[in-house]
Every structure is written in structure tokens, then in C-alpha cells.
């Protein structure tokens, strides 16, 4: 096999198990509330996804950081098996205590995919290839947002809900053959180092103990005594975790990657655009259902109308850094995202008002996501890159726990700081008429959190202006 061909079978190998991990998490979104049905479980509603979620931020910079030192192709095998193995247990699981212990396993498998998929791209391509590359694997977070509510619902119609795990088996092991036969030699060697095994541990501890705390601060409120006791459990990891990573010539956590500029302002500013993507998929489709009184489909559907001008941007990444500095792009981006969310912010009356705003924001999200993950690739040299991908994508998630924490408060707030029930009625039914009894409140609570993602994307502004004004070409390390 030539290196070209080797190349392109394992490129399609990454794409294959990055789709894997995508859909993980929107098929099983959809599926949820039968699965739910089925398990009794409509108490616990959110902790399949928010065990999935946890396992797969904590683990993105220990997959990243591991790979840099033992090499890609073996980790890749290792979180697609991992990924399965958790979908065959949710697959046969009797329980929301195994089904929610079976999406954690899923969810160290992702975090692996989600860390190594960019970095073994980035391994094979050169920077005006690799722009154009990135650019289509981020694509394939939109082909997962389009085709992932209509895959659930095919297979949960005319199969089970168990079927949506099953199906991962035969893409999963297609992606591990591709990659593992065709993964170049010269990039599975072992870099130079050792692995810092106890700041690996500490910071999946406090990584953990901080998302607790993000999420316990958003359902039960910043001065709960439990929201507290993960707070005070975060913060005394995170000193031991610093002080005993100073002490190291070569630290678990990459943190002097922070004093490099561009890594930096662009690490922070793509922090503050996973705020703003997570504040409209948690409640475009409750302002749909609730204030316009349209079917939940039709507000899946505004989620897709973000993601097409998302998924034409990050096609269109080489061609923008060719021209545009990541300053400039970024900075338009955050512009596209504050618009959409004022617009969010005003009475709307039809779709077309809903619609308007999801196109701007899928644009600037377009605009930055992609272009400001290549930022950070080229801030490194290629010995330090998955240290630097994994890294910045668990910036972004961390950031993100945070402000849906603050917009979870926000939320809950106008209800008197306690879900609805109609709200837990309306998952449990799907029925979107229950929400007719909430609407003012709903309408209030709304305009709260969109104006926390006005708020998030004029902070994700400044920090764009933090960016250096050299086009990639001229801020290119290797």
C-alpha cells in the first residue's frame, strides 16, 4: 500500500470512530425518554448523559497526554474497544444503575476518540492540508447532529432502543481495521518521556470533583451543602495537583502551553463558544415547544439549521486561514454568535425569528471552533500535539460545565429555583401541550440564559482580540 493510500484508508479509519463517538451522544438523546420508559427512570433522566459527559472530559488530556509518549495507533485501538465494550454492556443492561455505569465506559472511550481523532490528522498532514482536514472532521459533528435523531428513531421503531448500542459494534471494528492496518510506523513510535502517573490520577479526581460541582451548582444551587462539599473536594485537588506538577520536569498537565499566546486567547475563546453552541441545544428546542407551541422534531430541526452553516464554514477552513488570521475569524465569529443571541433575546413570534438567529450563530461557530483547534496545533511543535488538542478540548468542556452551570441557576430561577413539573411532565410524554402552564415563566427564563450566551460570546470577543494578527503561515512551529 502506498503512503498516499495508506494515508487516505487511515483518515477514513478516524473519521469512522469519531462519527462513533459523535453519535453516542445524539442518537442516545433521542432515544433517551424511551429508554427511560422502559428502565423506570425518569427520576435519574439525567444521568446517562451526564455520566457520559463526565467520563469523556476527564479522560481527553490523559488520552491526549498518553499518546504523546506511548503513540497513536495503539490508543486509538484502545478507546474504540473501550467505546464498544461500553455499548455492548448498555446494550444488555436491565437497570438505570448499569445502564448509567455502562455510558460512563462509553464515555472514556469517547473522551480517547475525541482527543486522538484531531491529533492523528494533524500527525498526517501538513498545515495547508491539515486545515482542510480538520475542516472535515469537524464536519462530521454536524453529519452526527443531522443524522443522529433519525437514526435513533428508525432503529428504536421498526428495532429496540438496544439497537442503537448494537450498531456501534460493526462501525467501531470497520474503524479499528482501517486504522490499525494502515496507521504509518514513524507515527506509532514512542516519543520521549515518562508518564507522570500521579498527576494523571490527581487531575482526573479534580476534573471530576469540579464537573460535580458545576452540575450540582446548576440542579440544586451554588450554597447547597453538597454543591458546597464538591467545591471544597475540587479546590483541595487542584493544590495538591499544582503542587506536585511544579515539582516535575515534565508535568502530567501541559499548563505551559498557557504561556504561549495563541494557545491561550484561543483556548479561552473557544471555551466561550461551547457555551454559547450548549446554551441553544439545551433551550432553542424548549423555546420551540414552550412559547411557540410546535412539536419537539421541529425544534431538533433549529438545532439542524445551526449546524449547516457550521458544517460549510469548517469545510471551508483552508481556503479561510489561507486568507484571514485566526484573530480575524474569530473575532467575526464571536461577532455572528453575540448577534444571534440578541436577537434570541427579543419576542419571537414564528420560526423564521428562531431560524435567523441558529444561522448566525452555526456561522460563527464556524468560524472559530475548527480554525482556533488549528491555532493551537501550530502553537506546538508535533511532538507536544496531542498534549495540545486534548488540552484545549478540555478547556472548552470545563468551560462549558461552568456556564451551563450558571445558566442551569439562571433557568431554575424563574421557576423558584425548582424544575417544573411540567417540564418533567413534558419529558416523560412528549407532549408538548403540558408547557402551556409554564409559558411566562418559561418566557422569563429564556430570556435569562440567552442573555448568559450574549454575555459568554462578548467575553469570547475579547478574548479573540488576544489572538496575534499573523495569518497561520507566519505562526506556524514545528
Known amino acids: 500500500m502506498s503512503d498516499v493510500s495508506q494515508r487516505k484508508t487511515a483518515t477514513w479509519g478516524i473519521l469512522l470512530g469519531l462519527l462513533l463517538a459523535a453519535l453516542d451522544g445524539t442518537v442516545v438523546a433521542t432515544v433517551l425518554p424511551r429508554i427511560l420508559l422502559e428502565l423506570s427512570g425518569f427520576g435519574l433522566y439525567f444521568l446517562p448523559n451526564a455520566a457520559f459527559m463526565l467520563c469523556q472530559t476527564i479522560s481527553t488530556p490523559l488520552w491526549g497526554r498518553l499518546s504523546d ?10 478507546a474504540v474497544v473501550v467505546l464498544l465494550l461500553g455499548s455492548v454492556l448498555c446494550g444488555l443492561s ?3 444503575a448499569a445502564l448509567c455505569a455502562s455510558r460512563a465506559v462509553q464515555g472514556l472511550g ?26 472535515a472532521i469537524s464536519s462530521v459533528w454536524g453529519v452526527a447532529a443531522l443524522a443522529g435523531p433519525f437514526i435513533g428513531d428508525w432503529v428504536t421503531d421498526y428495532w429496540s432502543w438496544r439497537g442503537v448500542f448494537w450498531l456501534n ?17 514513524k507515527a506509532v513510535e514512542a516519543r520521549a518521556g515518562k508518564t507522570d502517573f500521579l498527576g494523571a490520577g490527581l487531575l482526573a479526581l479534580a476534573s471530576a470533583s469540579l464537573l460535580a460541582f458545576f452540575g450540582l451548582a446548576g440542579r440544586m444551587g451554588w450554597t447547597d451543602p453538597k454543591t458546597l462539599g464538591a467545591a471544597g473536594a475540587a479546590l483541595a485537588l487542584i493544590a495538591v495537583l499544582v503542587a506536585v506538577e511544579r515539582r516535575l520536569p515534565d508535568p502530567f498537565l501541559s499548563y505551559d502551553l498557557f504561556r504561549n499566546r495563541l494557545f491561550a486567547a484561543g483556548a479561552l475563546t473557544g471555551m ?10 439545551l433551550h432553542v428546542p424548549l423555546l420551540v415547544v414552550g412559547l411557540l407551541n410546535r412539536d419537539q422534531k ?14 460549510a464554514c469548517s469545510g471551508a477552513t483552508k481556503p479561510l486561514l489561507a486568507r484571514f488570521s485566526y484573530r480575524g475569524l474569530a473575532t467575526t465569529g464571536m461577532l455572528f454568535c453575540a448577534a444571534a443571541y440578541a436577537l434570541l433575546r427579543l419576542p419571537i413570534a414564528s420560526l423564521w425569528g428562531v431560524a435567523g438567529p441558529m444561522l448566525l450563530l452555526g456561522t460563527g461557530l464556524g468560524l472559530t471552533v475548527a480554525p482556533l483547534l488549528i491555532g493551537a496545533q501550530n502553537a506546538v511543535p508535533k511532538a507536544r500535539l496531542g498534549a495540545a488538542t486534548s488540552l484545549t478540548q478540555f478547556t472548552r468542556s470545563m468551560g462549558a460545565g461552568l456556564g451551563l452551570a450558571v445558566m442551569g441557576s439562571l433557568f431554575l430561577a ?6 417544573p413539573e411540567a417540564l418533567a411532565q413534558f419529558r416523560q410524554t412528549q ?37 496575534p494578527k499573523g495569518r497561520a503561515a507566519e505562526l506556524k512551529v514545528e
Do not use: N
Open 69 to 78: 509518549v506511548h503513540g497513536r495507533g495503539r490508543f486509538h485501538l484502545a
Open 94 to 96: 436491565t437497570s438505570m
Open 110 to 135: 469517547a473522551g480517547g476518540l475525541f482527543a486522538l481523532s484531531f491529533t492523528m490528522i494533524a500527525d498526517l498532514y501538513d498545515l495547508e492540508k491539515r486545515a482542510k482536514m480538520q475542516g
Open 169 to 185: 459494534l460493526p462501525v467501531g471494528l470497520l474503524s479499528i481495521a482501517l486504522v490499525q492496518t494502515s496507521w504509518p510506523k
Open 272 to 281: 466561550c463558544g461551547m457555551i454559547c453552541m450548549f446554551d441553544v441545544i
Open 298 to 311: 421541529v425544534g431538533g430541526l433549529m438545532l439542524t439549521v445551526m449546524m449547516i452553516p457550521w458544517m
Open 414 to 419: 424563574a421557576f423558584g429555583g425548582k424544575e
Open 431 to 467: 407532549d408538548a401541550s403540558v408547557m402551556k402552564a409554564v409559558g411566562p415563566e418559561l418566557a422569563v427564563a429564556l430570556s435569562r440564559v440567552f442573555t448568559a450566551g450574549l454575555v459568554a460570546a462578548l467575553l469570547g470577543l475579547v478574548c479573540a482580540l488576544g489572538l
